[in-house]
Each structure stands twice: as structure tokens, then as C-alpha cells.
């Protein structure tokens, strides 16, 4: 029964026993792998939750005029689509990674706080389930976007109230987990760990974690004064009272653009121990790697007000946040560029973690740049709300978070199942999914600089062209994640079996246990030279 | 035993990092909450987002008229959903000297079968304007109470103060009226309507 090397550990009670079996082992788990595993598939399942609306957004807009949805209904969708993908599965897919990676990382036997990452997952499933039962409440689900400007999210039905109360319970549980991954990044690191000694992914998680307790309590706050003003009689938002709508936008997105780099951080702590092991080369400025991902995170908060250039700033305001965003390139560049000179001259191979992380260091760039075009004032005043935005927003969180988690996923999984993924269906993944991703976004470039709104279910007849090849792209990747389900589970149930260190190239403690990574590990801390 | 001990120690300083940690997410509770008045202040202070005030100012006596520039202002008005009043400046541009009082109304006529209470907001174009635009006084100051179809002439008296900057030669104002009903019944606004009368 029993599958841990520290087996000998017999003062540790049940500990060393193994672990327990049947569904009581994944409800009342305490232990960091399971919990991670559990997160991953719940964002898995969230992902073509979210997926399959988008699906139907798309299926809508294959041609002009209204075919299969009313524009209620397509409000729903857009706007569903949005908050499951960020806050279902983009987020609890890194917070999946951190739990099982970041113990493994830096030599501790679990996370500090077991209980704590127990509720911390098990808060997701209520909150998933408002979410997904709100589209059966009267009116349906939430629909004045994903944003929840008032005064829409105050005028809106019960379902509204739903959306808000999943929030809150998903930023419960964010906090806790952050808390929890803070402490066990500080207080259990293997001895001779230094900070400047632990793995780049766990740097960028510590970050994300900081960013995770500092912003998403703004998020509540702003979310309660929603409830109070739609419940309670107050009028924070509605200018009759002396409030003002604005004033929402304003906390949103002081949240809100800490919540991007929440999304793309552990991304980059992904691409930084991805690429370094197929290009055979230590990854190129470590420190510099490291400062850039905290100013990044610094400068995440005095750039909020570049999502609100058209609610009349004054211009000094403007000119603010659009020379403060583009600030956020130069650490951003420090980072393309390292990755790049981590390849440079390196004994490179394309294994699918590669393929991907290559693809995403390009794609993300391109989603950067077209970021870099948005924060130009003018330009913005121009771009606001139309495809351009989605086309920007989505190159860098498909392209740049999701394809990063899927990058993460093939590169750690021999490590979690012990068995080597099926490479060849690895890169058909990869392929149709880079190639179908890019036939969806890359036209909403050309739809939304020639002025087709977001978030409307019908258009002129001049964007039906290009509108038709992203509703075909969007399919095609809609199919494609279906292969990926398929290699993930073909994986699981077996396959080559992998070593302990899986890549020819790779390095770090997670490297030294057994693949599959027994139940439990460093049991006795590693000693780091 | 020694690592029993280590265990409850390890335990103790994690406890002890949580609750710091625990400080970050309650300043950011209670700053988000700040945010509201805060805003509300900088708003007013600084002219942004064009946010009038909605209180009376004495006129400065000391200021002189301009009498060597104009300044053009524009009235507008509107009413939001729930209130059934159509609500229009009686004029809706005029030509002003800097420092000079001017007169002028709005005029508003409850078209609903019930008694309505209004608030009017007031905000100003450009925003930078919001500062220099004086109201000494205007029926913005209170609510509003019209009974079923009664029309009723509303006066503002302003000026605008001589330091304008020069480069603004126009001025828009502007009034949203809402709906202050909220949860008053129909016998509480014809008691409003009375005092107001009184």
C-alpha cells in the first residue's frame, strides 16, 4: 500500500501510511499533489465550460444578422465567457501548478497551511456552481459584461447577485491560497536555499501571491458596494445619490490590471524553466529575471486607468497612465529578451513543452505590442471596445497564459503520472492549436481597426469576411483542446515510463524524486549546495 | 522528539506570517473602501471628471466684470429613467462677461399621474471649467417635488469667475434629474411638496 520512499518515518503517524483511497481522498485531502491535480481538472473543466460558450459567441457571429441567439442571451455569453475563464480556469490552473510544483521546487513536504489548501479548492465548487446555475435564473446569467460596470450590474437580475457572491467566494479562496503559498515559500524552504537560489516559477508565484492578497480585497470592496447599492439603499454608483458610476471603473480596475499580471506572471515563471531545459542552458539574467517580475508587479498598480481613457480624464491623467503602461514594456522586454538569449546558441530540441513555449514568447510579444498600440491615447480613444481590444487581450491570455499552462502541463506531466506523454499527438495539439488560434484572433486585428464593436451579437456586412474565418479558427480550436484532454488522459493510464529527471535538460529538486512523484516527498529537507 | 519540536515550531512562525500577511489583504479591504470618499474629495477639488458642486457660493464682490470677453454657455438637460418629467433650459445658450450674475431657468413639468420627487445633478464642460463656474443659486441645491402634471419654473443664478483661462470660450452645463423617490410612498411626497411650498 504503501508507495513513499520515507516510509521509515514511523513517528509521523499515518503520515508514512500511504495515502487514503476512494473519494474521502480527494474530499478531505490535506496533501499538495492531490489538491493541485484536483485544481487542474476543475480548471480543465472550466476551461471548456467557458470554451463551449465562446463556441456559441462565434456560431453567432459566422454571419451578420441574428441566427441563434437573441442578444440577451449572446450578452450572457460574452460575458459568462469572461469571468469563467479568468476566474475558473486561468487562475486555479496556476494555483494547480503552484501546489504541486512549488513544494516540489524548493524541498518542503507540503504546503504550510494542508487544511487551509483543502478549502481553498473546495470554495471553488460553490462558486462554480452560482456561476453556472445563474444561466437558469429568471432573466438568465449576468450580461452587462465581465467587468460588471454599474449601472447595468446594479439594474441587473438575481443572477447578477449570483455572480457577485461567486466572486467573493473565489477571492476567498485566492487569498487564502496565496497566503498559504506566501508562507510555505518563506518559511519552508530545503536548507541552503537562498532566495536568489529558488526556481524562477516559484519567484514569479511569490510575486503573483503578493499581487493575489493586495488586489483582490479592492475587488471585494468594490463588489460589496455593488451588493449595498443594488440591496441596501446606497448610492456609491449612481450619481442621484451623489455617487458615481465612474467611481466603480476607477476600484475595478485598480483590481483589474494587478488581475492581468496575476494571469501572466506564473506564466513567465513557466516559459522560464521550460525553455531553459530544451535549450540546455541556464536561463540567461536570473536576477535581472527576478527584478523585472517585481516591477512588473509594482507598476501593475498605477496603470489602472489606462482601461478608462474614454470616461473623461483630465488630460494630465491621461497622459499619466499611458507613459506608466508603456513603462510596464521595459521589464516586460527584459524578459522576451532573456528568454530569447536563453535560446541563443543553445543545443535546442522541440519537444511539445518547447513548441509551446516558443510559440507563446512570439505570440505573447505580438499581444504585448498591439497593448503597447492601445496605451497610445489617441489611438485608444479610437480602439476602445472594438475587436482590436479582444483580438489584443486575447494573443496575451490564450497565447500567453492558457498555451503557457498547456506548455506546463506536457512538461510536468511524466513527473506527475510517470509515464512520457504521446509525443506525436503532443504536437498535433500543439500545431492545430497555435495555427487555429492565431486563424481566430489575428483577423479581429483587421475587424476592430475597422470599427466593429465588442460585445454585440450582429455587424455590418462589410466585417462578414473576416468575422467567418475567426468563427471557423474558433471551432477549429474549440476541437483541438479535445486532443488534449485525449493525450492527458492516454498519459494517465500509461504510456513509456519516465525517469526521475524526464528531460535530458532539466534541473531542480523536483527532478530528484521518483516519476511518479510518490505520495509524499522531502520528508527529510534536501540539503541545496 | 526533536523533530516534534521543530514541527510545532515551524508551525508557530507560519501562523505568525499568516496573520501578518492577513494585514495586506485587510489594508486593501479598507482602501477600497476609502476609495469612495476620497474620490468624491479629489473630484470636487480638483474639477475632475466634471463634478459640480451642488452647494451655493457668495459672490466675490471684490472681482470685476470682464467687460472685454465673452464667454458663451450652453444649457442642457436631461432626465434619467424612473422619472417621468420632461425637463428643458428655457434658453439654451447665451452669451456671458466673466464675473457678470446671470439669470436664467430651466422649466420642468411632470408628465406621471403621481406625485415625483427629483434630484438634479449638475456637471460641467470642459472639465477644467468645473472650478471657474459659480452657481449663487439654483434649484439643484434641494429636491425637487412636482405633483401630477404641475410645470414649474426652475431659476439658477450664476457666474463665472473672471480667471477662466483664456483658452476656454465655452461652457456647457448640464443637469441629469433623477428619480429621489426611493422608497417614499405617495403620502411622504405630498407632505415634501407641502413644506417645499411653505
Known sequence: MSTTTAAHHDDHGHESHGHPTGLMRWVKSTNHKDIGTMYLWFSFAMFMFAGALAMGIRAELFQPGLQFVQPDVFNQLTTLHGLIMIFGAIMPAFVGFANWQVPLMIGAPDMAFPRLNNMSFWLLIPAAILLLASFFVPGGAASGGWTMYPPLSVQGG??????????????????VGSIN????????????????????????WLITAYLLIAAMPVLAGALTMLITDRHFGTTFFNAAGGGDPVLFQHVFWFFGHPEVYIMILPAFGILSTIIPT??????????????????????????????????????????????????????????????????????????????????VVFLFTIGGLTGLVCAILPVDIQLQDTYYVVAHFHYVLFSGAAMSIMGGVYYWLPKWTGHMYDEKLGKWHFWTTTIAFNVTFFPMHFTGLAGMPRRIPDYSQQFAEFNMISSVGAFALGISQLLFLYVVIKCIRGGTKATNQVWEGAHGLEWTVASPAPFHTFETPPQVK | MIDGDKKTLLSKINK????????????????????????????????????????????????????????????????????????????????????????TSYTAKNNAETSQL?????????????????????????????????????????????????????????????????GLSQAALAEKAKSALN
Open chain 2, 16 to 103: 505568525r506570517l499568516a496573520w501578518k500577511l492577513s494585514i495586506i489583504v485587510f489594508a486593501g479591504l479598507m482602501f477600497s473602501f476609502a476609495v469612495a470618499p476620497l474620490y468624491d474629495v479629489l473630484c470636487r477639488e480638483f474639477g475632475i471628471n466634471g463634478r459640480a458642486d451642488s452647494t451655493a457660493t457668495a459672490f466675490d464682490t471684490s472681482q470685476k466684470v470682464d467687460k472685454t470677453r465673452w464667454v458663451t454657455v450652453i444649457f442642457t438637460g436631461n432626465t434619467m429613467p424612473g422619472l417621468g418629467w420632461s425637463f428643458h433650459p428655457k434658453q439654451t445658450s447665451m452669451r456671458v462677461h466673466p464675473g457678470e450674475i446671470t439669470l
Open chain 1, 158 to 175: 438575481m443572477s447578477v447577485d449570483m455572480s457577485i457572491f461567486a466572486l467573493h467566494i473565489l477571492g476567498v479562496s485566492s487569498i
Open chain 1, 278 to 359: 530544451f535549450a540546455r542552458k541556464p536561463l540567461f539574467g536570473y536576477a535581472s529575471m527576478v527584478y523585472a517580475t517585481a516591477a512588473i508587479a509594482v507598476l501593475s498598480f498605477v496603470v489602472w486607468a489606462h482601461h478608462m481613457f474614454t470616461t473623461g480624464m483630465p488630460v494630465a491623467g491621461q497622459l499619466f497612465f499611458m507613459y506608466s503602461t508603456m513603462l510596464i514594456s521595459v521589464p516586460t522586454g527584459v524578459k522576451v529578451f532573456n528568454w530569447l538569449a536563453t535560446m541563443w546558441k543553445g543545443s535546442m530540441t522541440f519537444e511539445t513543452p518547447m513548441l509551446f513555449s516558443v510559440a
Open chain 2, 118 to 182: 427629483g434630484v438634479a445633478v449638475p456637471s460641467v464642460t470642459p472639465e477644467l471649467a468645473t472650478l471657474y463656474f459659480k452657481k449663487i443659486e439654483c434649484f439643484c441645491f434641494k429636491e425637487q417635488t412636482l405633483k401630477a402634471g404641475e410645470n414649474k419654473e426652475m431659476p439658477i443664478m450664476f457666474y463665472v469667475k473672471p480667471d477662466l483661462p483664456a483658452d476656454v470660450h465655452t461652457v456647457t452645463l448640464n443637469y441629469a434629474f433623477y428619480n429621489g423617490n426611493a
Open chain 1, 181 to 204: 503559498i506566501i508562507t510555505t515559500i518563506f518559511n519552508m524552504r530545503a536548507p541552503g536555499m537562498t532566495l536568489m537560489k529558488m526556481p524562477m516559477f516559484v519567484w514569479t
